[in-house]
């Protein structure tokens, strides 16, 4: 299956404020696998991933926050024993939440989301 494929959206509705909670999870979990690495090019490829993401992450709430006067954070619920497949899934929700966004603010810093998820996605498939 093609990625593209894979970023279409499911049926269930999903939030901004669950999409902040796993992007903010995923800065521990993708560090986990940095340092589980035995690749320097995947090494690296996951720090310049967990390094950027909180701070999108936390841009994407704020925003959020003030638009929809919302502050709450719910439990993550992603994830995966490889990290590109973990990042698959995490741009898939990612999507999903976009998809779902009026809001073209908020749209266009997911949008910043996937692109560094997807420059890890190419560092990891074809730097070796």
Known sequence: MKLTERL????????IPQLVSELL?????IHKFH?????????????KFYEGIGDLADTLFETSAW????????APTINDVTPV????KLATFVEQVR????????????DEVKTLIFSTLYKLNNLK
């Open 8 to 15: 279409k959206p499911a049926a269930s509705k999903t939030n």
């Open 25 to 29: 999870e995923s800065v521990t979990i």
């Open 35 to 47: 340092l589980k690495s035995k690749s320097y090019a995947e090494h690296k490829a996951l720090q």
């Open 67 to 74: 638009q929809n006067n919302s502050i709450e954070i719910p």
């Open 85 to 88: 497949n973990y990042l698959i």
């Open 99 to 110: 998809l779902a966004t009026t809001y073209s603010d908020l749209q266009n810093q997911m």
